[in-house]
């Protein structure tokens, strides 16, 4: 993902520097709790059992841990507070008992813009001062979140701004779940009291959801979930997991994990383990063809070769012509767009047998890239065919320009707006803003 210009520069180094990570996850592991300076526990990130536990620590019996966990993880995840003072089935002495202990954490916002576009741009910052990024893209039919989930990137890949920066760390399940949930706050979707997650197509089979009840939604309703943001999220296997767990779970955010797509550069050894563990839909940054380009623009190629990553999407548990696996596709001019590097993906999908859809992606350019983006003229004819094979290949139109915020994900199809729905915006920006 490319990263707001506000990112301090010490994050940077040469990419061509980056080595390729082997198989053992290289990243440092993360804390599982940020130590506070108050000796605050922050709850968010953390599941019901651990809840728990931590309140058993704390001092209450074991059934009285249990019961005021499960409460408590309700009002958390699923109502979206950040008071205790707010969790009404709670006693009110209990309340300071655990304002004292806890605290209910969300990311820093350093800056929120508003593109005329309506695509929303978050620059976040974690407690111990790194910052990352989150975009809300709001469409016709659905509102995507793009969420980040590290600090930069071990990869270097060459036509990405997040591949120039070296990883800063993971980011914690509460900073990735605290992502969706600030983005929540900001949209005004939690659901009213009583209310649950209408509208979501909630029908997990581990899922409690209800269906019924309503948002508090200002018409552009978080639908979607991509794990499109800065990092690599398969090198952050373990967060993520934990995190995407309390979006999906129907007393947490529960948001359905058909509506959720975890997007690889290719970490093949973790592929299985995102199918079974986690079980949302997958993208696959493919981008070439050949592994001379494939080496070049996507570097993970060198440890893991095309055909040992085709062979892991056809093994993805759950692909099916319903749930296709999207395999992204950056356009470089004169590097990966001929006619024949479109007939070769073609020819790769079909051999292994893949329910496919491809996203075609208008290289956005940034300053140092060593790319250009293919003309439009190519990119309608590269779309053209691989189309005519029965894959279906949307090329992505860029989202919120002005607001620097697209990057190869986030792009979705422009729509037109009303004029009422332009002047909404309009004041939403200056709000934002101001
Ligand atoms: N690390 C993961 C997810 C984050 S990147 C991955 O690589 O899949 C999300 C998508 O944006 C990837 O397909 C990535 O290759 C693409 N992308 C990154 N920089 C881009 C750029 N400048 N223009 C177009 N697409 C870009
Ligand atoms: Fe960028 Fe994704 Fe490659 Fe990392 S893995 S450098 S985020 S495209």
């Known amino acids: 993902m490319r990263e707001m210009q506000t990112i301090s520069e010490n994050t940077r180094q040469p990419a061509a520097h980056m080595p390729i990570p082997g198989h053992i996850d290289p990243v440092p592991v993360p804390r599982e709790v940020t130590p506070r300076e108050d000796g605050k526990i922050d709850l968010i990130g953390l599941p019901r059992k651990q809840i728990a536990d931590i309140f058993a620590e704390a001092g209450l019996d074991a059934k009285a841990a249990k019961l005021r966990a499960k409460q408590v993880y309700h009002w958390l995840y699923h109502r979206g507070v950040t008071e205790f003072e707010a969790m009404t089935d709670i006693a009110k002495t209990m309340r300071p008992w655990l304002a004292e202990r806890f605290v209910i954490g969300r990311p820093e916002i350093v800056e929120a813009q508003v593109s005329n576009d309506g695509t929303r741009k978050w620059l976040l910052r974690t407690a111990d001062k790194h910052d990352f990024e989150m975009v809300f893209i709001p469409d016709a039919d659905r509102g995507t979140l793009c969420v980040s989930s590290q600090v930069g990137c071990t990869l270097n890949c060459r036509f990405c701004h997040t591949g120039t920066m070296r990883l800063v760390r993971n980011l914690t399940p509460g900073e990735i779940v605290g992502q969706v949930m600030l983005a929540r706050d900001s949209l005004g979707e939690w659901p009213k009291a009583g209310g649950t997650m209408a509208g979501l197509d909630f029908d997990d089979d581990d899922s409690e959801a209800e269906d019924d009840g309503m948002y508090t939604a200002d018409g552009r309703l978080l639908t979607n979930i991509v794990m499109m943001g800065m990092g690599e999220p398969l090198y952050n296997f373990d967060n993520v997991r934990d995190a995407l767990k309390l979006v999906m779970d129907g007393d947490g955010l529960a948001l359905s994990k058909r509506r959720i797509t975890l997007s690889t550069s290719g970490v093949v050894p973790m592929m299985a383990r995102a199918g079974a563990e986690i079980g949302v839909n997958l993208a696959v940054s493919l981008h070439a063809v050949t592994k001379e380009v494939r080496d070049e623009i996507v570097p993970i190629n060198r440890k893991y070769g095309i055909d040992e990553l085709l062979q892991a999407c056809a093994d993805y548990p759950g692909a099916s012509n319903a749930r296709r696996i999207t395999f992204e596709y950056v356009m470089l001019k004169d590097k ?72 190869g994900q986030l792009k979705t199809s422009a729509e037109k707006k009303s004029r009422a729905e332009l002047d909404r915006l309009a004041e939403e920006k200056q709000a934002a803003l101001g």
């Open 336 to 407: 990966n767009d001929s006619d024949d590097d479109a007939r070769e993906l073609i020819r790769l999908i079909k051999q292994y047998n893949l329910p496919a859809k491809v996203n075609l992606i208008p290289f956005n350019p940034w300053d140092g890239a060593a790319y250009e983006c293919s003309t439009p003229e190519r990119i309608k004819r590269f779309a053209e065919i691989v189309f005519a094979a029965g894959i279906s290949a949307p090329v992505r139109t860029p989202r919120g320009r002005d607001i620097d915020a697209a990057c």
